[in-house]
């Protein structure tokens, strides 16, 4: 009779030890799968298994702790399992019909040689003003074209980018042409993204001036140990997936998506917090902007260069650090992630060789990362802009071309 009671004990034991590694384990989860300003469900789904545990714990100890009978103890640790078992065979094609269709991407924005299928932009409009006597001998409107990635492309909240802000003030000083924007920036661009979309599809419009601005989307290709990457880095980028890395790696399937889920949620290792200032990217950046430079000077095309503003910096406090994206959700792969000093470094070498590109080209040259404060009123990420930052943009903009400008017409 003492046996089955001695069997009880440990099975109890067994089950109390076994709730508590189960339930540990959702405490070392991935941070980067478990974000909850990025991803918010997955962060509510661990948060509801952290709180449900405890609960499902008691009661199944109750449950053992009423039984007198070793069968029955048995019965109520393994019923629960087998219930689970059967309802996901019973939903798995419910469940596998759904996920494919919410995960099926959008392919009509994705180009098979520029990853993400560039603006198309509008025929020239008619001047809205009169040209000034200084300026009669410029076509009308005088065109720029602006290029870059995200940080040249993206509007503001009230759908207002800087490219909008500053053709507006342009077109409001009368002393100046008619002005034409013409924004054929896009996220995900680097440099190599930029060079071949010019000669494919730009350079046959003819600008009369360019703006580039290039930095983070370059040297985020250094990261080759990201779930962007595939390889070892390339000179030609060839190893970045990008944007493309949401078409190949998409998870479809319940039980891929679930063994994701549980890999990410329990005992997840903790990555490596690599800092480097080597970028050999930096030899491709500087190749393409100085090819895109030549390029353009052949057709006498004036072309401004500008440092890219950014977020980072040595006393950041904790506060700014959940608005980070690059270090949190792009430079970051399994077993490896980039540290802040990195992602300062990195900015900082990549503007420092438009800088040095500028003054050994006949490319102009606008510091715009001075001109922006490094606070969460400018900045809504690592390197995107609020709508003060984006008039602010403009502003320093308007003053560069305003003093172009004047020179050309004296």
């Known amino acids: 009779m003492k046996k089955p009671k001695a069997l009880l004990l440990v099975a109890n034991l067994c089950a109390f030890g076994l709730i508590i590694f189960l339930f540990v384990g959702f405490y070392f989860s991935d941070p980067y799968f478990f974000d909850s300003r990025w991803k ?23 449950l053992l702790r009423r039984q007198k009978r070793f069968q029955h103890s048995l019965f109520i640790l393994i019923a629960p399992l087998g219930g689970l078992f059967l309802a996901i ?65 993206w509007k503001g909240r009230g759908g207002i980018g800087w490219t909008d802000i500053l053709e507006e003030k342009l077109n409001s000083a009368q002393h100046l042409p008619p002005i034409q924007i013409d924004n054929a920036a896009t996220e995900w661009y680097t440099t190599a993204h930029t060079l071949i979309n010019y000669h494919l599809n730009l350079s046959k419009r ?69 800092y480097t200032d080597n970028f050999p990217g930096k030899r491709s950046f500087r190749r393409n902007i100085e090819v895109l430079i030549n390029t353009v000077n052949k057709k006498h095309i004036p072309i401004f260069i500008m440092t890219q503003p950014y977020l980072y910096h040595s006393s950041m406090s904790d506060d700014v650090y959940p608005h980070l994206y690059m270090i949190r959700r792009e430079a970051i792969g399994p077993r490896e992630q980039w540290t802040l000093k ?40 690592d390197v995107h802009y609020t709508d ?21 017409s004296e």
């Open 40 to 62: 918010p469900n997955a962060y509510r789904i661990l948060q509801s298994i952290r709180l449900s545990l405890p609960f499902c714990a008691l009661v199944l100890l109750l």
């Open 206 to 274: 003819s600008p009369d001036l360019i703006i580039l601005m290039h930095a983070i989307n370059d040297l985020l290709t250094n990261a080759d140990f990201s779930y962007f990457s595939n390889g070892s880095f390339r000179s030609d980028y060839g190893h970045f997936y990008g944007p493309f890395r949401d078409v190949f790696y998409r998870q479809d399937e319940p039980f891929q998506l679930l063994s994701s889920f549980l890999q990410a949620a329990w005992y997840h290792t903790p990555r490596k917090q690599t």
């Open 388 to 408: 003060r930052a984006h008039t602010l943009i403009a502003d320093v903009l308007y003053d560069e071309l305003n003093r172009y400008f004047s020179l050309l």
């Open 342 to 381: 990195t992602a300062l470094e990195g900015m900082q070498q990549y503007n420092t060789e438009v800088k040095e590109i500028a003054g050994t080209s006949p490319a102009l040259f606008v510091d715009l990362e001075r001109s922006i404060p490094k606070t969460l009123e400018y900045f809504t990420d």
């Open 89 to 153: 065979l019973i939903c798995y094609p419910i469940i596998n019909t759904y996920l494919r269709h919410i995960s099926k991407p959008n392919l009509n924005k994705y180009h098979s040689f520029l990853q993400i299928t560039p603006p198309k932009l509008d025929v020239a409009q008619n001047a809205k003003k009169e040209s000034s006597n200084n300026y009669s001998h410029f076509r009308s409107p005088f065109r720029i074209l602006t290029l870059g990635g995200s940080t040249t492309a």
